[in-house]
């Protein structure tokens, strides 16, 4: 039982770590973001900022698969 608990411990941390990482980024990202487009409070430039973002996270994922199917 004490391995399972550390393992968990350790997934859970981990975790923790990778969402402060994705707050740091999102940070980055929208200052950025705000600093080409001043007015970034409205909704429309959210929306903007949203869909850029996903965007990019799909090409991205999309390399990142390819790298993994190349290795098969």
């Known amino acids: 039982m004490g391995r399972k608990l550390m393992e968990q411990m350790i997934t859970l ?3 923790a ?8 980024w ?3 990202v929208q200052a950025l ?3 080409y ?3 970034g409070e ?3 430039e959210r929306f ?3 869909i850029l973002i ?13 790298f993994i199917n190349e290795d098969d």
Do not use: E, Q, W, Y
Request: hydrophobic share 65%.
């Open 13 to 15: 941390f981990t975790a």
């Open 17 to 24: 770590i990778g969402v402060m990482a994705a707050l740091a």
């Open 26 to 28: 999102n940070d980055a």
């Open 33 to 35: 973001f705000n600093s």
């Open 37 to 39: 487009f001043p007015k």
């Open 42 to 44: 409205g909704i429309r």
């Open 48 to 50: 903007v900022f949203a």
């Open 54 to 66: 996903t965007a990019i996270a799909v090409f991205i994922t999309t390399i990142f698969a390819s």
